[in-house]
T-cell receptor
Framework: GAGVSQTPSNKVTEKGKYVELRCDPI?????LYWYRQSLGQGPEFLIY????????DSGLPNDRFFAVRPEGSVSTLKIQRTERGDSAVYLC???????????FGSGTRLTVV | AQKITQTQPGMFVQEKEAVTLDCTYD???????LFWYKQPSSGEMIFLIY??????QNATEGRYSLNFQKARKSANLVISASQLGDSAMYFC????????????????????FGQGTILTVHP
């Protein structure tokens, strides 16, 4: 596609539920990144994929968070047993190895009530 | 570990004036990249300008220029001739370099962001 697509754009869920957030990167972009942005703060790194593998998952806050990219394109961020503190905008970005540009999606606003 | 510091929570500027947004960074890597992004109230992250650590000249992109002072580890963004549409949150970010693969190629790792500066342009 022309840009990075994230779905859904908004998600409201109850505390304790499971959620999946989807990121569809720019076609051909080998690198994919997930960030979490709380209100008024800068984005915080969660996980980075190079192809299908997680090259760096040091930003995942705990084992309730997991992400996959099985075919090296679309990625899904999965959050189990959601907590109110998980409420944030989850941003996805993709880039092409060898170039320095990152393209961000519009984000998924997750609200845990 | 990489760290980015933006010490100005908010800045105000008159339309058509220039404004400087501060950014300092800390890294032990000799090779790195510095970015500025604009985030309007709509939420999208808009790339503004990039500076590589080995670039000899300061980066410029239209009304945006980056005042790169390597010894001081600062990468301030200068916006000339401010416009009302420049009102937004601005983030400074740093990218680490990674070595990948047996051939020793490089890839670009995560961006580390600062806390952001809210810029308000007054008419």
């Amino acid at each position: 596609g022309a840009g990075v697509s994230q779905t859904p754009s908004n998600k409201v869920t109850e505390k304790g539920k499971y959620v999946e957030l989807r990121c569809d990167p720019i076609s051909g972009h080998t690198a994919l990144y997930w960030y979490r942005q709380s209100l008024g703060q800068g984005p915080e790194f969660l996980i980075y994929f190079q192809g299908t593998g997680a090259a760096d998952d040091s930003g995942l806050p705990n084992d309730r968070f997991f992400a996959v990219r099985p075919e090296g394109s679309v990625s899904t961020l999965k959050i189990q047993r959601t907590e109110r503190g998980d409420s944030a905008v989850y941003l996805c970005a993709s880039s092409l190895q060898g170039l320095h540009g990152y393209t961000f999606g519009s984000g998924t606003r997750l609200t845990v009530v | 570990a990489q760290k980015i510091t933006q010490t100005q929570p908010g800045m105000f500027v008159q339309e058509k004036e220039a404004v400087t947004l501060d950014c300092t960074y800390d890294t032990s890597d000799p090779s790195y990249g510095l970015f500025w992004y604009k985030q309007p109230s709509s939420g999208e992250m808009i790339f503004l300008i990039y500076q590589g650590s080995y670039d000899q000249q300061n980066a410029t992109e239209g009304r945006y220029s980056l005042n790169f002072q390597k010894a001081r580890k600062s990468a301030n963004l200068v916006i000339s001739a401010s416009q009302l549409g420049d009102s937004a949150m601005y983030f400074c970010a740093m990218r680490e370099m990674l070595l990948v693969g047996g051939a020793g190629g490089t890839s670009y790792g995560k961006l580390t962001f600062g806390q952001g500066t809210i810029l308000t342009v007054h008419p």
